[in-house]
Every structure is written in structure tokens, then in C-alpha cells.
């Protein structure tokens, strides 16, 4: 299994930018699927996780106080992605963010963590 993102680049403060990331390889049960982001000098933290959810009921999110009402998670299991919009950047987002997900390989396994490259967002000020 191997995580793919995409969708960074440089943007003005202010404005917006949308990050995608899909699981490729045999994926038998998907389940937590969050962002990250590092920062020059700074440790890895979590910007937004989002969980499995049910077939009716779409999963709960959690987001970083420092990008609550701008950044938003959203899933798509039959796609086996998960993405992130960003919206009213600052320059104090600029980080590499990583996309990562908690994938069961068969109905046994209680699932292990897979991280993506990372994609580097720059804000300018």
C-alpha cells in the first residue's frame, strides 16, 4: 500500500488550496485518515483527522485549533482518498503536509499506519 498526495504549491495569504491523497495497492478496510504538517525548525502535528465512519453516518473530524473554520477534511471511501481544503491561508501554514492512513490489510488485522511523501505548501505574505 502506498499514499499518494498532491495539490501543493504557493499561494498568496489569503487565499486557497486544495490537497488530495489516495491509497493505491490492496486496501481491505480504510479507516482513520488524517493530515500533518511540519514546519522548518518544528515538530510533525496534526492539522485535521477524520474517521471511518458508516455507511450512513460520515466520520467525526478533529482539527487543530490554529485552522478551525478554514481548513476542511472530507473522505471518499470508494476512492480510497482523503483531502483537504484549505482556505484563508497564512504564511504561518507554509509546512510540508503529509497525509496519513490507518489501512487493515484483512479482516484480522486491526490496522497499521501508512504516511504519504508530502507535498510542500508555501504562503507568501
Known amino acids: 500500500v502506498q499514499l499518494q498526495a498532491s495539490g501543493g504549491g504557493l499561494v498568496q495569504a489569503g487565499g486557497s488550496l486544495s490537497l488530495s491523497c489516495a491509497a493505491t495497492?490492496?486496501?481491505?478496510?480504510?479507516?482513520?485518515m488524517g493530515w500533518y504538517r511540519q514546519a522548518p525548525g518544528k515538530q510533525r502535528e496534526l492539522v485535521a483527522n477524520?474517521?471511518?465512519?458508516?455507511?450512513?453516518?460520515?466520520?467525526?473530524?478533529k482539527y487543530a485549533d490554529s485552522v478551525k473554520g478554514r481548513f476542511t477534511i472530507t473522505r471518499d471511501n470508494a476512492k480510497n482518498a482523503v483531502y483537504l481544503q484549505m482556505n484563508s491561508l497564512k504564511p504561518e501554514d507554509t509546512a510540508v503536509y503529509y497525509c496519513?492512513?490507518?489501512?487493515?490489510?484483512?479482516?484480522?488485522?486491526?490496522?497499521?499506519?501508512?504516511w504519504g511523501k508530502g507535498t510542500l505548501v508555501t504562503v507568501s505574505s
Open positions: 496519513k492512513a490507518d489501512i487493515s490489510g484483512d479482516p484480522y488485522d486491526y490496522g497499521k499506519d501508512y
Open positions: 495497492g490492496f486496501v481491505f478496510r480504510l479507516n482513520a
Open positions: 477524520i474517521d471511518s465512519g458508516t455507511l450512513l453516518i460520515k466520520g467525526s473530524t
